[in-house]
């Protein structure tokens, strides 16, 4: 029971270790790689001869196209000289000019042109087709523009202003012709372009200018009637002459007003200060008049005080100084009179002024109110005259440079007739081969590959079904020198005894190591050899496996438990009057059922020949005690248990045992067989120690390197000693 317990865990451990180790199996392993690689290598061979021969078929049928190829440059100088500027003046040509190139010389109407001039219409794959009815000249010329455009392919080199333009067609003359036909349009297209560009400018400006010429002389003559209306000969000048005189009336007034202003004062300084203020005003003859009244008064003071007041003289003097008092008085009036005589003539004389300066001043304001309007006709007249002008100097810098007008884009150079075909290319086409050859095989290899639904290694059975490989049991015929009979069922067992250093035998050694058999603490006392399906050679392994184990001194019984076919018991004998089911139905003894192998004295507990079967005795508890019966006699208690998917009584044999040898036939049988037989005998409590791959092809798993044992089967083959 404890070893069942280790064991048991020693599983689970390794079903981890399987579950962990999934992902990294997953992964790709070049050496597997090749050895697919090297399994299904006439496929691979047979697949790339073929898709080379198709291809080189396909070279030879598929029609040759020739290209012919040229090439422009747009000229970024300007085509003309104009005033101002150079000849060898650059004009922008940025990219979206170059693309504008491009799509013009794939346009319709350039090709359209092109097959004008070659006449393209009425060639047979142009315009008419090789097989097939006339068309009409329309649809003939507008099938033609349709190849030509097809055929073409433009590009801009890099970043620079070079344009190739290629044309590819069946032959290698029209392939030259047809893109050399194109570059010459399309330079002729610009140059025709600019000429009717430059026409029609022409016809614009000679229309402009007529109109601007009338515009000019209605501004002149507008300018003209204005200044004969208001007599404004020329504003500056008037304008000069008017402010000049303005500054001399202003002077004028001023000294007028001056001298006004003296009268003025002069006459009020007369008249507050009677007689004696007129003599401050320097009249002459006042003053000789005071200097002769002051002598009389002298005269009389003087004769007064000697003579006395009644002096003879002194009354002549009285008369006298009385006459020239009245003439002050007559000399004062008459001064008083010219001093407001002068203050009225300088007051008018003020007034004149004041009012030929107001005069001035309204002339010079109507003047300037006037002139306003004046500039505006003038700056109608220049604005019109200037416009005028810069349309006459275009049109005559126009008019100049008719018939010098060239095309933009120049001619790098021209296609020549092709030499050979630009398709099919040779090298492309091999090229193609190769690598359509090589995925085609790499194809058909997964193909197959997923075809193969059996198990190729040990990595794939412990990763599907999370049990250890325990034994790789080689196919025979792949073992170098045996030599077996197929149709004798002993043969491999025979051959195992005859040849116990053999790797055939070594690989039984293997799986008893595994189930430590014939050891002190051996694994399991009884071992079910179970199989998803017939044919995997789990009778063929029980056999050798009882063998292999009776010849290292173990006590082994084998039994037959399939009751249907009977296999084991006729690959032994077909004499058998008693078997599991007498001894089962208590019919027979057990000893007396037995059959002993006197090749490796291991016995043998057969199916008997009778015809009368009991299916359900194998799955009885009589069935049950016979094992654990026979676990006390025996070392080893080998069942040799019927398919387990067809066949219930096969699982619950299982069981039975202490453990199953779960056996699946190498690249055979059906991986999704073999993990549902492993569930439903873990479904029915039976305990998998471990999974015999049985007959691999030794050469294959060697050429192929699954990745287990056999595939390293060329290194160490010579340990073993072989039959031959």
């Known amino acids: 029971m404890n070893g069942d317990t280790r064991m048991a865990a020693k599983t689970n451990t390794l079903s981890d270790e399987l579950h962990e180790g999934e992902s990294d199996a997953r992964l790709i392993d070049l050496h597997r790689i090749f050895g697919i690689a090297r399994r299904r290598r006439w496929w691979i ?21 020739y290209m012919g190829t040229a090439s422009i440059a747009l000229d970024r100088r300007a085509d003309q000289i104009i005033a ?65 455009q097809s055929g073409l392919a433009v590009k801009r080199t890099g970043l620079s202003y070079a344009i190739d333009t ?14 050399n036909a194109l570059v010459d349009e399309y330079i002729a297209s610009q140059r025709d372009t600019k000429v009717d560009s430059r026409t029609n400018d022409n016809k614009l400006l000679r229309e402009r200018l007529s109109r601007l010429r009338d515009e000019v002389i209605r501004a002149e003559t507008a300018e003209a009637q204005y200044r004969a209306n208001t007599n404004l000969i020329d504003v500056q000048k008037d304008s000069t002459a008017v402010q000049q005189e303005l500054s001399f009336l202003n002077t004028q007034l001023a000294t007028a007003q001056a001298d006004q202003a003296a009268a003025e004062a002069r006459l009020r300084a007369a008249r507050g200060g009677g007689g004696n203020a007129a003599a401050d005003f320097g009249s002459p003859v006042i003053r000789s008049l005071r200097q002769q009244q002051a002598q009389l008064s002298a005269q009389r003071a003087d004769l007064a005080g000697r003579y006395g007041p009644l002096h003879p003289d002194l009354a002549k003097l009285d008369r006298q100084y009385a006459d020239v008092n ?37 002339g010079l304001q109507a003047g300037n ?43 790098i150079s021209r296609a020549m007739v092709p030499g050979g075909p630009v398709f099919p290319n040779a090298a492309v086409f091999g090229a193609g081969g190769i690598l359509a050859s090589l995925l085609a095989a790499v194809g058909v290899v997964l193909l197959l590959e997923l075809l193969e639904s059996g198990f190729q290694n040990r990595r794939q059975v412990e990763a599907r079904l999370h049990v250890p490989v325990i034994g790789t049991v080689p196919d025979l015929a792949t073992i170098p020198g045996a030599r077996i009979s197929k149709r004798d069922p002993m043969a491999p067992a025979n051959f195992l005894v005859e040849n116990q250093g053999s790797l055939f035998s070594e690989s039984f050694r293997s799986i008893r190591s595994a189930l430590k058999i014939g050891r002190p603490d051996q694994v399991v006392r009884s071992l079910a050899v179970s199989s998803a399906l017939p044919g995997e050679g789990k009778t063929t ?22 009751v249907r076919r009977r296999t084991f018991s006729r690959s032994v004998t077909n004499d058998t009057a008693v078997g599991l089911i007498e001894v089962l ?74 453990g199953v040898l779960f056996v ?56 073993y000693a072989e039959a031959g």
């Open 45 to 65: 061979v047979a697949t790339v001869v073929i898709i080379l021969v198709l291809t080189a078929v396909a070279y030879t049928m598929v029609p040759r196209r």
């Open 585 to 658: 139905d208590g019919t027979a003894q057990l000893d007396k059922a037995l059959l002993h192998d006197t090749a490796s004295g291991a016995y043998i507990l057969p199916q008997s020949n009778t015809k009368s079967m009991n299916y359900e005795l194998v799955a009885s508890q009589a069935m049950f005690s016979l094992i654990q019966s026979l676990s006390e006699r025996f070392d080893l208690v080998l069942l040799d248990t019927p398919p387990v998917l067809p066949l219930a009584e096969a699982r619950a044999i299982a069981a039975m045992a202490d």
């Open 326 to 362: 009245n003439s002050i008085r007559d000399e004062t009036r008459r001064t008083l009179a010219g001093l407001v005589a002068d203050a009225r003539v300088s007051a008018g004389r003020t007034s004149a002024i004041r009012s030929s300066l107001d005069r001035a001043q309204g």
């Open 664 to 719: 699946t036939r190498w690249r055979k049988t059906p991986a999704n067989a073999s993990e549902l037989a492993v569930d439903m005998l873990a479904r029915e409590g039976a305990k998998i120690y471990g999974v015999a791959l049985s007959q691999v092809n030794l050469k294959q798993q060697s050429r192929a390197g699954f990745g287990d044992e056999m595939s390293y089967y060329h290194r160490f083959k010579g340990y």
């Open 541 to 562: 392994i029980s056999i050798c496996l009882a063998r292999s184990a009776a010849l290292a001194g173990a006590k082994v019984v084998v039994i037959d438990c399939d």
């Open 166 to 179: 290629s044309f590819t067609w069946t032959d290698p003359k029209h392939a030259a012709a047809v893109v």
């Open 84 to 148: 101002g500027q150079s000849p060898n003046q650059e004009l922008p040509t940025d990219s979206p000019t170059v693309d504008t190139a491009v799509e013009v010389l794939t346009s319709p109407s350039l090709a359209a042109r092109v097959v004008d001039t070659l006449n393209l219409q009425r060639e047979p794959g142009f315009g008419q087709a090789i097989d097939g009815p006339v068309l009409s000249p329309a649809a003939a010329r507008s099938r033609a523009i349709s190849k030509v």
């Open 369 to 411: 109110r006037a002139s306003v309007q004046l500039n505006e006709l003038q700056r109608n007249a220049d604005s019109a005259r200037g416009l005028y002008q810069a349309f006459l100097d275009r049109y005559r810098q126009s008019v100049a440079g008719e018939g010098t007008d060239k095309s933009n884009a120049s001619v």
